[in-house]
């Protein structure tokens, strides 16, 4: 093919492959997520092809981040520990159900300790279920053995990372929790402002209006009407979000400039979640402010939103 050429994919599992062996021999290619768009007329992948054509001709697509790849070890790092967490705990969640079920409380992390396992065994009369927790326990002991040896190499890896020293200023964002930002964002130049940030990180409010404009002698006029809110938006990047959100859990326990910030907003009059929301949302711009700056937390320019 002669000519400039200009690639659009569908966001899928061989995306990031695809796009690391195509941008080096087309002048642009464009990743793009259609999950959620409407289906109209017979489907096939010639249809989805020509769609995807006439969409890229009109310049409709809306892309995928598939750009940087040098913290591309960090990322699988991040990904390896957090399947462990994942896995491990959902283990210990069946683990506390299947007492849970039998009427035995299991407070505490107590009933995971190897040394009182035979204790809580024993309160198992029934062979299989008895058999089930065996079973549970030697599971719970693979996930739980390569997890701190995981851990420790994300977190090696991470410290090399220029940007590690300024997110590590940020109150409340753990080792752990730099970690797992710098391998999402990659990059704070793909988030030109704020913004862009929160709408990915799940933190962007939804509005919706409708009828905004009134006739009144001939003439549009818009209505005074203020849109209406629809919660936060849906299409976002899930950890990402969880680690804002629970390092903004976590600040409005503890002494300091963000607990101060918080406290203000409630005294304002704000309710609990949505100041929360706001403390998440000062956390995320904090972080995209530093690491596009250079700058460490300076806890002096943490200023009160106007009313």
Same mark, same amino acid.
């Given at each position: 093919?002669?000519?400039?050429?200009?690639?659009?994919?569908?966001?899928?599992t061989?995306?990031?492959?695809?796009?690391?062996?195509?941008?080096?021999?087309?002048?642009?290619?464009?990743?793009?997520?259609r999950?959620?768009?409407?289906a109209?007329?017979?489907?096939s992948?010639?249809?989805?092809?020509?769609?995807? &054509?006439?969409l890229?001709?009109?310049?409709?697509?809306?892309?995928v981040?598939?750009?940087?790849?040098?913290?591309?070890?960090?990322?699988?790092?991040?990904?390896?520990?957090?399947?462990?967490?994942?896995? &491990?705990?959902?283990?210990? $969640?069946?683990?506390?159900?299947?007492?849970?079920?039998?009427?035995?409380?299991?407070?505490?992390?107590r009933?995971?300790?190897?040394?009182?396992?035979?204790?809580?065994?024993?309160?198992?009369?029934?062979?299989g279920?008895?058999?089930?927790?065996?079973?549970?326990?030697?599971?719970? =002991?693979?996930?739980?053995?390569?997890?701190?040896?995981?851990?420790?190499?994300?977190?090696?890896?991470?410290r090399?990372?220029?940007? *590690?020293a300024?997110?590590?200023?940020?109150?409340? $964002?753990?080792?752990?929790?730099v970690?797992?930002?710098?391998?999402?964002?990659?990059?704070?130049?793909?988030?030109?402002?704020?913004?862009?940030? *929160?709408?990915?990180?799940g933190?962007?409010?939804?509005?919706?209006?409708?009828?905004?404009?009134?006739?009144?002698?001939?003439?549009?006029?818009?209505?005074?009407?203020?849109?209406?809110?629809?919660?936060?938006?849906?299409?976002?990047?899930?950890?990402?979000?969880?680690?804002?959100?629970?390092?903004?859990?976590?600040?409005?326990?503890?002494?300091?400039?963000?607990?101060?910030?918080?406290?203000?907003?409630?005294?304002?009059g704000?309710?609990? =979640?949505?100041?929360?929301?706001?403390?998440?949302?000062?956390?995320?711009?904090?972080?995209?402010?530093? *690491?596009?700056?250079?700058?460490r937390? =300076?806890?002096?320019?943490?200023?009160?939103?106007?009313?």
């Amino acid at each position: 093919m002669r000519g400039s050429i200009h690639i659009v994919l569908e966001e899928g599992t061989q995306t990031q492959w695809l796009h690391d062996v195509l941008v080096a021999e087309v002048a642009r290619v464009i990743v793009c997520d259609r999950r959620g768009k409407p289906a109209a007329g017979n489907k096939s992948d010639w249809a989805d092809a020509e769609q995807l &054509s006439a969409l890229l001709w009109r310049d409709a697509v809306r892309s995928v981040y598939h750009e940087s790849s040098h913290r591309g070890t960090l990322r699988e790092l991040t990904r390896t520990y957090r399947n462990l967490v994942e896995d &491990s705990t959902r283990v210990r $969640l069946r683990f506390k159900a299947l007492f849970r079920a039998r009427g035995i409380k299991t407070p505490g992390q107590r009933v995971y300790h190897p040394e009182r396992r035979a204790e809580w065994l024993a309160r198992l009369t029934n062979a299989g279920v008895h058999f089930r927790a065996q079973t549970l326990y030697a599971e719970l =002991d693979v996930m739980e053995t390569p997890r701190r040896p995981a851990k420790l190499t994300m977190l090696a890896e991470a410290r090399r990372d220029p940007a *590690w020293a300024l997110l590590r200023s940020i109150p409340f $964002l753990g080792d752990v929790r730099v970690a797992q930002v710098l391998a999402i964002m990659q990059t704070p130049w793909r988030f030109r402002t704020k913004r862009q940030l *929160w709408a990915y990180s799940g933190l962007a409010v939804v509005t919706r209006a409708t009828a905004e404009y009134r006739l009144e002698r001939g003439r549009p006029v818009r209505r005074r009407r203020s849109p209406m809110t629809r919660g936060l938006n849906r299409n976002h990047n899930r950890q990402l979000k969880y680690v804002f959100k629970s390092a903004a859990t976590a600040a409005t326990g503890r002494p300091g400039a963000l607990q101060a910030f918080y406290l203000a907003m409630l005294q304002r009059g704000m309710q609990p =979640d949505l100041a929360r929301v706001t403390l998440t949302r000062k956390l995320a711009a904090l972080t995209l402010h530093c *690491w596009k700056r250079g700058e460490r937390y =300076d806890p002096t320019q943490l200023t009160l939103q106007a009313r």
